[in-house]
């Protein structure tokens, strides 16, 4: 069974451009997280969506950042303009979703890096 | 954002040494997980704890869910130099709340 995709692997922009991260998780999850991994520290939440609909985005930035999610399957992580502290990782994360909490896998990440 | 604490952020170990690393948070979790990253990988799961007092192991490493709800034990045993990596706790709470908080990781290094 393949695993979270995550393209691209690294990214290198300046800053006030704008940037995508894409994400296809495992086949038959029905739950979707982006997360923000920061140098030295653990992956912190930026948004849950359950099949199509984002059901936590309450840590999402919304001034620069936006995601979508359309048909319930890959996910799109934008930010627009980016800043120099968006440097980070970018972890796409997948798992079933239903009432009972399960297992989350992750993917690799996309490295950014903000000139 | 709230995360877990866990100290020291590095340890140094020799090869085949055991090693214990805990977590501690001031709120409680209902499931309790750790993790274990490699650069330029996303975290993997290793271990995952559903019970207050739950002890489960798999292979060499044996984890604890804290009586209290707001602490987890991980132990490696006879550490090898693939064990090399960040371990990462979580707290979950469940249901309707699957976000994972994190702690920021410990790098650990063997030594061979």
């Known amino acids: 069974e393949a695993g979270v995709v995550q393209s691209p692997r690294y990214k290198i922009i300046e800053k006030k451009q704008p940037v995508a991260f894409w994400c296809n998780p495992i086949s038959g999850h029905n739950t979707l997280y982006w997360y923000l991994q920061n140098l030295g520290q653990g992956p912190e939440l930026l948004i849950r969506y359950e099949n199509e609909e984002a059901v936590d985005d309450s840590q999402l930035p919304k001034d620069r950042f936006s995601a979508e999610r359309l048909k319930g399957v890959d996910s799109t992580l934008k930010i627009q303009p980016a800043e120099l502290g968006d440097s980070a990782v970018y972890l796409c994360?997948?798992?079933?979703?239903?009432?009972?909490?399960?297992?989350?896998?992750f993917g690799p990440g996309t490295r950014l890096t903000v000139l | 954002g709230q995360q877990l604490n866990q100290s020291p952020q590095s340890m140094f170990i020799q090869e085949g040494e055991d090693v214990s690393m805990n977590c501690t948070s001031s709120s409680i979790f209902n499931t309790w997980l750790w993790y274990k990253q490699d650069p330029g990988e996303g975290p993997v799961l290793l271990i995952a704890l559903y019970k207050a007092g739950e002890l489960t192991s798999n292979g060499r490493l044996t984890a604890q869910f804290g009586i209290t709800r707001k602490d987890s034990f991980l132990n490696i045993s006879a550490s090898i130099p693939s064990d090399v990596g960040i371990y990462f706790c979580a707290g979950q709470l469940g249901g309707a709340n699957s976000k994972l908080t994190f702690g920021k990781g410990i790098t650990l290094s063997v030594r061979p």
């Open positions: 994360a997948s798992s079933r979703g239903g009432p009972i909490t399960d297992t989350q896998y």
